[in-house]
């Protein structure tokens, strides 16, 4: 009896051996990363653009998922796009380019985007009118905000919001285990602008600042709300914003060098990607 006892017990401790490794073995695998959203996800404009998505996408090769996967070993599908509104989570955005949550399933275990500035074209409207006042006032006083008063944060409070609340849920429920994460925007403007680089009157720029803060409130809400981890990127951006010089500012001023007009260049995407890691506790490898 003792002898069968022994091989009972060997046997009991292979078997636990074996499980451990199989979970180590599971836990060992590449994390399943899916990056969701628009222009400052994608990377637009930066080089080496990725050759495996569709071009109208200006998906980069240096924006942040591709920096995060390449520091944590990821197994990434990248499916942001230049240009996303959140409806095109649900719709096909273009000719070709399918709608986003189709990369998601049921084993996605990270999600990451930007989204929202497109809804309502409030970005792309507010910054291109403020801008094209700003020219013709030479830089003085405040005929952005005389034009449009609260449209632009209306639309955000309004509009922008239960749509950015929308597209969270129905990410969560496509990848239903997944850590679901949403960045912020990264600071544009300076407090006191720098006209004519960034083309904006000295009376505007408090009006845009204003607009961006009460975007990246909402997506703060929004990912509240949906029980997603919003990433704060307004402190570490301050100072690094498209009135600073090369090297030190993370967003491209209206004539750039190497990234989109008023978007994050290859140095704002590492940054996004290092805020990301850190603040989700994902491993380097």
Known sequence: MGARRAVVAAVAVIGLLLVGTAAWANQAQPLRYVNL??????????????????????????????????DTGAQLTDVSCSGAKTKDFRASQSAGVAPQLDALEADTQLVTMTIGGNDGDVFTTAFGQCAQLGLQSLGRGNPCEQKFGTTFVDQVRK?????????LQDVR????????????Y??????????????VASGDVAYLNDLQ??????????????????????AISTGH????????RWVEPVIPVNAAPVHPNAIGEREMANNAIAKLGLARV
């Open 159 to 167: 509009t922008t919001y239960p749509n950015l609340v929308k597209a």
């Open 173 to 184: 429920k496509k990848a239903p285990k997944a850590r679901v994460a949403i960045s912020g």
């Open 37 to 70: 959203g628009d222009s400052y996800s994608s990377g637009a404009g930066i080089q080496p653009a990725d050759p495996a998505a569709a071009p109208a996408c200006s998906q980069s090769q240096l924006n942040w998922a591709h920096d995060i996967a390449s």
């Open 186 to 199: 990264l600071q544009i403007l300076s407090p006191t602008g720098c006209f004519p680089i960034m083309p």
């Open 241 to 248: 914003d498209a009135c600073q010089l090369p090297g030190t």
């Open 213 to 234: 803060a009460t975007l990246n409130d909402a997506v703060k809400r929004a990912a509240a709300r949906t029980g997603a981890t919003y990433l704060d990127v307004t």
